[in-house]
């Protein structure tokens, strides 16, 4: 188990806990994304937007990191098209993904995990930037993918 994994699997853990039982979407997407920046120092802004209503643009929520954007269109940018597509999105380059859209200047990769209901809806993405280029691979898509699954598990059980 490389180091990473060996993070992850402890992350996990911790995320199981911490979401165990609790139903607040706004509580546990502030925690998770908390939890989920702790993790590494590899992240420079971890955060989630989310859809209010089918057809609208994702809205900033819960976060870490410096100030936001605050609105994201579906199929714009890596996260509304990571949304749109309903699949993670590893972006090794910013600069060189079209349409990007730049709520910071100091982001230079960044990897984007739909969130989904139950019976597959997507209602929202966990976004989170690196300062360094090529920082997320498939260790990181397998293990926020299930960090996905655990939390949605929870609080869209209902």
């Known amino acids: 188990m490389t180091d990473k994994a060996g993070a992850y699997a402890l992350l996990l853990k911790q995320l199981a806990e911490l979401v165990r039982g609790e139903t607040n979407e706004t509580s546990v997407l502030a925690n998770v994304a908390a939890a989920i920046h ?5 992240f420079f802004w971890t955060g989630f937007y989310m859809q209010q209503e089918s057809g609208q643009p994702l809205r900033l929520g819960p976060f870490q990191g ?11 940018g890596v996260c509304g098209t ?77």
């Not at 410096?66 to 714009?76: D, E, K, L, S």
């Not at 590893?90 to 984007?112: K, N, Q």
């Not at 280029?133 to 397998?142: I, K, L, V």
Request: glycine content about 6%.
């Open 66 to 76: 410096p100030p936001a954007c605050y609105a994201i269109p579906v199929g714009r």
């Open 82 to 158: 990571a949304f749109a597509e309903r699949r993670t999105l590893v972006v090794p380059d910013v600069e060189l993904f079209p349409g990007h859209i730049a709520c910071s200047s100091l982001s230079r990769s960044e990897i984007v995990v739909p969130v989904f209901r139950p019976g597959g809806e997507p209602v929202g993405v966990l976004d989170i930037d690196s300062r360094t280029p090529c920082a997320f691979d498939e260790t990181d898509t397998r293990c926020l993918e299930e960090a996905m699954r655990l939390m949605a598990a929870e609080i869209y059980a209902g």
């Open 38 to 42: 702790q993790a590494s120092d590899r």
